[in-house]
């Protein structure tokens, strides 16, 4: 939705990550969270200068330039054909195809500008404009597709967000069967629905399409830049991101151990022992302690030759 508050002058001394920090620091499953605005922050690790304000005033004009058209008696069903309409085919807003783990497809100004991203920060933009015209979507993080949920009298209408395309449950089915059986054998081949125990596709399909909390949304969404970072050994922005990680999950320990991993690779010995010894307290014996301890040992070496 539009912003509540005055968004912050960057040249106030408040840095990209606490202004982040501000946004989500909500207790509990963090729902009082403005999902659009946090999302949109993250670019500033990208571009500090970035204009939010510009940015959630091009997306306030899209909502009202919709919202003008639709009759003073339309319904769910109605609104959500419109906006599926605008959205997809009038604003060209579709999946980036030719490059899908270009970063600025997670960037939520760049995917503005561009009419091009994945289908989480598709969604995050679907989501925010028709919420502004009185469709209360929300996301669904179902595995390896990122869907959006509307509630009407009939029951749950599932969208793809990368095309406006209605998913049946025997879609959305036959999805969860595929990606279950690519994370098994690294393959997928159809029919993998019919192969699946119907019960345990029935249970996972009803965890599969719950709705999700605003922090799990972002989480997911810096977690695909995560994924890309990482694969790139680009540890300066993978930092930034991590950083991010753990002001939003300040309980997830594996987080701060992946960050303190990265400020070992940018050689920032002591940030890194920090997080890696607050690790290992936190979570005496995981599965990697012994190379968890075997790199503190590296790190205490390289503090010392610092001193």
Do not use: W
Request: proline share 5%.
């Amino acid at each position: 939705m539009s912003f509540e508050r005055d968004l912050p002058d960057l040249d106030d001394g408040m840095s990209p990550l606490a202004y982040f920090a501000t946004l989500v620091s909500t207790p509990d499953e963090g729902e009082d969270i403005p999902l659009t605005e946090a999302a949109m922050s993250i670019a500033q690790d990208v571009d500090s200068r970035l204009d939010l304000a510009a940015t959630q005033s091009e997306i306030d004009r899209l909502a009202a330039t919709l919202k003008a058209r639709l009759p003073a008696d339309a319904g769910q069903v109605h609104k959500l054909r419109l906006l599926v309409r605008f959205f997809f085919h009038e604003l060209g807003f579709a999946g980036n195809v030719n490059d899908y783990y270009d970063p600025d497809n997670s960037y939520l100004p760049r995917v503005l500008e561009r009419r091009r991203g994945i289908p989480i920060t598709l969604a995050v933009l679907f989501m925010e404009i028709g919420q502004q015209i009185g469709l209360p979507l929300r996301g669904v993080s179902f595995p390896g597709h990122f869907l959006v949920k509307l509630k009407v009298r009939a029951g749950d209408l599932f969208l793809d967000p990368v095309n406006g395309e209605s998913l049946s449950r025997e879609q959305l089915e036959e999805r969860l069967a595929e990606f279950f059986e690519t994370v098994q054998n690294g393959g997928t081949s159809m029919g993998a629905a019919e192969r699946m125990d119907r019960d345990a596709l029935e249970a996972a399909l009803g965890l599969a399409i719950r709705e999700a909390t605003t922090r799990e949304i972002l989480a997911r969404l810096l977690r695909n830049l995560k994924g890309i970072y990482h694969g790139r050994n680009d540890y300066a922005h993978l930092l930034d991101v991590q950083n991010r990680l753990v002001t939003l999950l300040p309980d997830e320990r594996e987080e701060r151990r992946d960050r303190g991993l990265v400020f070992a690779q940018l050689d920032c010995p002591r940030a890194a022992l920090e997080d890696l010894t607050a690790y290992l307290d936190s979570e005496p014996e995981p599965p990697e302690a012994d190379e968890i301890r075997r790199t503190i040992a590296v790190l205490r070496d390289a503090t010392r030759r610092l001193n």
